[in-house]
Each structure stands twice: as C-alpha cells, then as structure tokens.
C-alpha cells in the first residue's frame, strides 16, 4: 500500500542492505570474503557504460539497468544457482513492485520499466546490461583466481559462454589474458 507522502525513503534504506549482503556463489567457490551485491552492481554499471559505447546502446540507460539489476535481492537474497533448482522466488518484477510501492508512482515506474526491461532481454540496452552482468562475474573470477582461489573455472567458462556483444567477448579475452594490477604500470612508483 503506497503511503501519503510517496516517500521513496524505504527504498533508498532498503537497497543500502545490498552494501552488506555478499554474493554467495562466490562462497561456493572457497572464497572467504567475496564482494558484495552493490559492489557488483556497481562495477556492473561500469562494464555496461563501457560496452554501451562500444555497441551504440544509451550508456545512461545500460547503467540504470544494471544499477537495478538485484536490487531484488534485498528480499530473496544472492540465490546461487545450484539453489534455483530447489527454490523457488517469486519473479523479478513482482519484488521490484513490492520494494517501490511506497514511492511516487512516477519513481515506482521508472524504476519498474527499467528492471522489466532488464528481465525481459529484448533491448539493445538490456542486451548490453546482461553482457555487463556476466562480464563483471568473469572479472571477478579472474581476480579471485589472481588471489588464489583456484576453483573459479566454472564461473569463469559459464561467463564468458553466456555473452552476446562483440565488445563483450572482447573485455572478457583481455581479462583472461591479463593481469588484474596490469593498470598500475603506468606509474612510476620510485
């Protein structure tokens, strides 16, 4: 039930769980203390803006649905995929409707339109999103494995296997090819 005021405050509390709640698959992994969900939105929102503009998607609107690709998961947590088989939650849409009940409708509906729109797949955007989402998993693997975890493989080949864009396939073969701390060469740390 939308209140009065139409205060999109709970939401903004709400999504802040996603700072603290990690991505449990990672977990699976061996990894002891893997990132979080808003770390990962957030390096998600980068990726996208990255292959937007490489692919010609709105890099503004790849970056809103990657932004709000889980924030569901406040209310059904990171299920692992190994979980879905057994559990059973209810659609993306369906939580996202429950999370923004209470802000002004013109807020609800973007933020309903853009998690529609992620979940159905069918923009370039959303297409784009969806590459970003898997190709920052494969990132995070790479460095996870860079740190020792050496059962990240699986993470790794689902990842790569699952992307669309050319500007996706290519990030993901300079990750595997390179060295997450590469970036600092251009340094001069004397």
């Known amino acids: ?9 709970g939401f903004v509390f709400e999504t802040g769980l996603l700072k603290r ?18 770390e990962h939105s957030f390096r998600t929102a980068i990726i996208g803006t990255i292959l937007a503009a490489t692919e010609g998607a709105d890099p ?20 692992p995929h190994v979980a879905r088989r057994y559990v059973h939650a209810a ?18 509906r973007v933020i309903q339109e853009a998690v529609a729109e992620y979940e159905a797949g069918e923009t370039l955007e959303a297409i ?8 920052e998993c494969l990132v995070q693997a790479v460095e996870y494995r860079t740190q020792g975890v050496s059962t990240v493989q699986s993470w790794i080949d689902s990842s790569r296997a699952a992307l669309k864009t050319v500007s996706a396939l290519r990030l993901a073969d ?9 970036w600092r060469s251009t340094f001069n740390d004397g």
């Open 128 to 135: 784009v999103a969806r590459d970003a989402d898997k190709l």
């Open 21 to 38: 709640a990690k991505r449990t698959g990672w977990w699976i992994a061996g990894v002891k203390d893997p990132e979080s969900i808003a």
């Open 60 to 79: 503004a609107r790849v970056s809103l649905l990657c932004t709000l690709h889980d924030t569901q998961e406040t209310r059904t947590t990171d299920l």
């Open 91 to 108: 659609d993306n849409e369906t939580v996202t409707a429950d999370q923004v009940a209470d802000c002004p409708p013109e807020v609800a």
């Open 174 to 182: 300079a990750a595997l090819a390179g060295n997450p701390l590469a």
């Open 1 to 9: 039930m939308a209140s009065e005021t139409g205060d999109p405050i």
